[in-house]
């Protein structure tokens, strides 16, 4: 919000009369704020809700415009996903200048989700502008608010003196939902850098940063329950949305990366198989496009804007009873630059790309 005030939801089942209303309350009173955060509880499965922001100015109630959104369930259905990486936003031009033309790509504004893939914004240093103002309202502004929106942590949101202000408005950097057929994981790939090397070596209790070692030991104890889970198992299809490509890590990124994955989805020794059957990967962090099958996963990795003003990666991705069908875009030049159907045996097949 603007300024500090009172606010809270209003939703219903589409087609109900009456409206449920939350609050968040300092004992009888409504709280005052200029940020909250709500999670709707008891909603039924495969249907459709409507919802408004209710905000309170003084003695006057002002209601948001009616918005939509659907609840997902495990029964067969089709779900598309929208798909960026490392749009480093650094003002509301720049979100208009990466979200309008990624708009125009064929199909990109049909889906249920949207994805970015991590370094959303390029600094920690203020994430309240990076992460809200211009990311989630910039996406909000072309894509409306009617879809979900899945947002991975990436290496720069995790620098800067107001870094954990992202969970503020993130809570989780790894979750995962069944949505469908489809099993959809999203992990967190840590730093990229040693903490030495990014905030110097005189006072290292000052870095606002500790080594990824315990985090990841945390992230992968919950990873292994979670993949074994029935949601996962049952699951025809099995996608994992992660900032940094396992296929192509750094001296300092592969230690951690290895901690949590090698053997349970990827593996690095060669000749051997993860345990888990995945069927695509989605990730950024380089700046790059690519669709490759190597350590016993199909990886695609979204291009992302390039310091000199060059290429912006979209992707498309459609699940559908018997296929994962995804078409990759150079949104700069209009280019299909991937067109690559998965199949449930995790086959991928190319009609469009090296």
């Not at 850098?193 to 990014?198: A, E, G, V, Y």
């Not at 070596?201 to 870095?207: G, L, R, T």
């Not at 979209?314 to 630059?337: F, M, Q, S, Y």
Request: glycine share 8%.
């Amino acid at each position: 919000l603007p300024r500090t005030r009172r606010a809270g939801v209003e939703y219903r089942k589409v087609g109900a009369e009456e409206w449920t209303k939350v609050w968040q309350q300092c004992a009888i009173q409504k709280r005052t704020g200029d940020f909250f955060r709500y999670e709707l509880k008891g909603l039924e499965s495969d249907a459709k809700y409507e919802y408004r922001v209710v905000t309170i100015v003084g003695t006057e109630t002002k209601r948001s415009p009616l918005h939509h959104f659907r609840t997902f369930s495990a029964k067969p259905q089709p779900v598309r996903l929208t798909v960026t990486a490392d749009l480093h936003l650094d003002g509301p031009e720049s979100a208009d200048d990466r979200f309008v033309p990624m708009s125009k790509m064929p199909n990109a504004l049909d889906a249920d989700i949207f994805v970015s893939l991590g370094d959303s914004t390029s600094r920690g240093e203020d994430i309240r502008s990076g992460m809200i103002d211009y990311y989630m309202k910039g996406l909000l502004r072309t894509f409306g608010h009617d879809r979900y929106v899945f947002t991975v942590h990436g290496n720069h949101e995790w620098r800067g003196e107001n870094a954990s202000e992202y969970f503020k408005y993130f809570p989780k950097g790894y979750y995962s939902a069944r949505v469908g057929e489809a099993y959809l994981l999203v992990l967190d790939s840590g730093e990229r850098d040693p903490i030495d090397t990014l905030q110097g070596k005189a006072d290292p209790d000052a870095a606002y940063n500790v080594f990824d070692t315990a985090y990841m030991a945390e992230q992968r104890k919950w990873l292994e329950a979670e993949v074994r889970s029935e949601a996962c198992r049952t699951a025809k299809f099995r996608i994992v949305m992660i900032h940094c490509p396992p296929t192509c890590t750094l001296k300092y990124e592969k230690p951690h990366m290895k901690a949590l994955l090698d053997g349970l989805l990827v593996c690095w020794e060669k000749g051997k198989k993860p345990e888990v059957l995945t069927h695509l990967w989605l990730t950024g962090h380089k700046h790059e496009s690519w669709f490759r099958e190597r350590m016993g996963i199909n990886e695609l990795q979204i291009c992302g804007p390039h310091h000199a003003g060059g290429g912006l990666g979209c992707a498309t991705v459609e699940i559908g009873p018997d296929a994962i069908h995804l078409k990759d875009w150079h949104v700069r030049w209009n280019k299909l630059a991937y067109d690559v159907t998965i199949t449930p045996d995790g086959k991928a097949t190319k009609t469009v790309g090296k």
